[in-house]
């Protein structure tokens, strides 16, 4: 198999050699800075992600609600519209002494004189 075999051959001791190991280093220090660089970069990057992701995530739900809140608003809003009008109109029935009197017969059984009142009832 392949085996590295201990070879008792002795390096040269030149400036070539020295040089090309002494890049050799250098090479390798650089390369493990770029790691740690591309590491701490990298961890910073998917923090500040992570921070925009949940900060969309939480203003979308806020929104939502918003929304919500919105529309059951604007039924109320309907409904005391529709409330006004009707009480505008009854308002403005009052103002009539025909309206009122009808009114007093009905609800509080008040006749003329000779009248009498027969009370039905209602479905």
């Known amino acids: 198999m392949s085996v590295p075999h201990k070879t008792n051959v002795t390096k040269l001791q030149s400036s070539y050699v020295s040089a090309q190991e002494e890049k050799k280093k250098k090479a390798s220090k650089r390369r493990r800075i770029a790691v740690v660089r591309f590491t701490f970069f990298g961890t910073i990057l998917a ?5 925009f992701v ?5 203003q979308t739900k806020d929104i939502e609600a918003n929304l919500a809140s919105k529309k059951q608003l604007e ?3 309907d409904k005391l519209e529709k409330q006004k009008k009707q009480l505008k109109e009854e308002i403005k029935k009052l103002h009539d002494d025909g309206y009122i009197a009808e009114l007093a017969r009905k609800k509080y ?15």
């Open 54 to 58: 949940y900060t969309m995530h939480s």
């Open 75 to 77: 039924q109320k809003l």
């Open 109 to 123: 059984y008040l006749s003329k004189n000779g009248e009498i009142i027969f009370v039905t009832p209602e479905k």
């Open 47 to 51: 923090l500040i992600s992570s921070m």
